[in-house]
């Protein structure tokens, strides 16, 4: 593990901030909600897996210009969109992921059993 000792500019920033005067006088509530929002925002394009596929290792795959982090076992797979694109229509990203999925797994998405939204894709696969 490596320490990095904070400078001493980083050191007096850090000690205004905890200052309850500068919180309370110089930084108005509403800066606090404009930088909980872009953290928000920020961590929104993560490739966050679902809890089953957590341990395994995603599969970077790009579809007609969507990029996927796509994940899966030997009888389902997932895919999250990690691209940034403005305001893509479901149907359109559960079908780049399904064929992510395929290209990711080498296996055959069950149609039936395709779900998602305009950020994840689940589905159940055929590797027969």
Known sequence: ??????????????????????MTRKMPLWWLCVLMVATAAAL????????????????RISVDGSQFSVRHTDQDAEAVRISK??????GEVVLKGAKAIELAS?????PT????????????????
């Open 1 to 22: 593990m490596i320490c990095v000792k904070p400078t001493f500019a980083a050191n007096r920033l850090l000690t205004e901030f905890a200052d309850d005067e500068f």
């Open 44 to 59: 929104a394009g993560c490739d966050s897996p679902s809890p089953k596929f957590s341990g395994l290792t995603g599969h």
């Open 85 to 90: 694109e403005l305001r893509p229509g479901r």
């Open 106 to 110: 080498g296996c055959r998405v069950l």
């Open 113 to 128: 059993s395709l779900d998602g939204d305009t950020n994840y894709v689940r589905a159940d696969i055929d590797c027969s």
